[in-house]
């Protein structure tokens, strides 16, 4: 049985929300009473995911702007476009790729910063625009997607592994530099979860992955968005800059 979480008169803003976690994610809030506003930059993809979502909200719109997140331009545009619909309660820092695995010697520089880039910058680029309004109205929830990676660090998933140790580091940041307002910043460390995104890796990789795993078994996108979603409550108010584990045993710290 799912519980039922309170997030009615809550505007919630995810990226990534075409697929994978992010749509979970945005499919929890929505049956959870919250407005939704989808960033992606996928245009195909973000109508199929509100044509999915739309029959379980026929009172709400589903609102949805392309974005960029790894270009600041098109996240300052989107936020724009966004504040005007009405203020921002919630942001979950979705958008992520996983890149290629091979050794950091032979890592194609491409790959690197398109990484870096999307992963980090993007959730740099999110929190900038928005935690401003935020402020205004003293009140706020951020849940950014980190990876057990950014812990432990993968071998042969180094760019992966790096941006989401920095990510874990932003929220920790940002967590501090908010303590004093009504806003809460946290992220979530899944282990492998079944999403689209493995489909990037090798089966080399995925099999380590899994290895590492004491439950024995990957995560689902419902496991992620069930956290992340009572991360985004009204009761989540005493955690703040802080790492919350869903790696099936993997990382205990």
Same mark, same amino acid.
């Given at each position: *049985? ?12 995810? %990226?990534?929300?075409?697929? !994978?976690? !992010?749509?979970?994610?945005? $499919? ?11 960033? /992606? #930059? ?14 379980? &909200? ?13 270009? $600041?331009?098109?996240? &300052? ?11 921002? /309660? ?11 695995? %091979? ?31 935020? #402020?205004?109205?003293?009140? !706020? #929830? ?38 004093? @307002? ?12 079944? @999403? ?12 380590? *992955?899994?290895?590492?795993?004491? *439950? !024995?078994?990957?995560? @689902? ?11 985004? @409550? ?15 045993? #993997?990382?205990?710290?």
């Amino acid at each position: *049985m799912t519980n039922q979480l309170n997030f009615q008169q809550r505007h919630a803003v995810v %990226t990534g929300a075409a697929s !994978g976690l !992010g749509y979970a994610i945005a $499919h929890r809030l929505l049956a959870s009473g919250a407005r939704l506003t989808l960033w /992606d #930059r996928d245009p195909q993809g973000l109508e199929q995911a509100v044509h999915r979502l739309q029959p379980g &909200a026929a009172d709400r719109v589903i609102n949805t702007f392309t974005v960029n997140v790894a270009s $600041h331009a098109s996240v &300052a545009e989107a936020a724009r476009q966004t504040l005007a619909i009405a203020p921002v /309660d919630i942001l979950v820092n979705s958008a992520g790729i996983s890149g290629p695995n %091979t050794k950091l010697w032979e890592y194609p520089t491409d790959a690197w910063e398109e990484i870096i880039n999307i992963n980090l910058n993007g959730t740099f680029f999110c929190c900038r625009e928005l935690v401003p309004s935020m #402020r205004e109205q003293n009140y !706020g #929830r951020i849940v950014n997607i980190a990876s057990v990676a950014g812990k432990e660090g993968n071998p042969n998933a180094s760019a992966y592994s790096a941006s989401k140790a920095a990510v874990i580091g932003l929220t920790k940041s940002l967590g501090k530099e908010l303590a004093d @307002t009504g806003i809460c910043v946290n992220c979530v460390t899944p282990a492998a979860v079944k @999403t689209a995104i493995l489909d990037q890796s090798s089966e080399a990789h995925i099999a380590y *992955m899994l290895s590492k795993i004491p *439950m !024995g078994r990957f995560g @689902t996108p419902e496991e992620i968005a069930a956290m992340v979603a009572w991360l985004c @409550t009204e009761e989540c108010s005493f955690s703040t800059g802080a790492v919350f584990d869903l790696s099936g045993g #993997r990382a205990t710290y």
